[in-house]
């Protein structure tokens, strides 16, 4: 059964935009999105937890909005004025673990991946 699985990547020119959906099977507490790009180390860069608190890394606060629909079981990610420098995998990642916000980015913190999406960003 597949618990996490992300749709909307995609190719995009530099400044376009880009809507990421996670499904999930279960009503997960705490929630994330990862990325990893060739050679690079995965970072969480988007979080959120029941409540609708978010944490944003610094490298995508301000173009990237976070949310959740708990009815629906379903992560999102919009994201806007993208970078090359965002090509990546994108990952959503989930937990029923109630997580402080501090650690609310941190894979450690999370038992449940999905098969990710790529997202390719040209200049």
């Known amino acids: 059964q597949v618990q996490l699985e992300e749709s909307g990547g995609g190719a995009v020119q530099a400044g376009g935009s880009l809507r990421l959906s996670c499904a999930a099977s279960?009503?997960?507490?705490?929630m994330a999105w990862f990325r990893q790009a060739p050679g690079k180390d995965r970072e969480g860069f988007a979080a959120?937890?029941?409540?609708?608190?978010?944490t944003y890394a610094d490298s995508v606060k301000g173009r990237f909005t976070i949310s959740k629909d708990n009815a629906e079981n379903t992560l999102y990610l919009q994201m806007d004025s993208l970078k090359p420098e965002d090509t990546a995998m994108y990952y959503c990642?989930?937990?029923?673990?109630?997580?402080?916000?501090?650690?609310?980015?941190?894979?450690?913190?999370?038992?449940?991946w999905g098969q990710g999406t790529q997202v390719t960003v040209s200049s």
């Open positions: 959120i937890d029941y409540e609708t608190r978010t």
């Open positions: 990642a989930a937990t029923y673990s109630r997580i402080h916000i501090r650690f609310l980015r941190e894979a450690r913190m999370y038992n449940v």
């Open positions: 279960g009503n997960y507490y705490s």
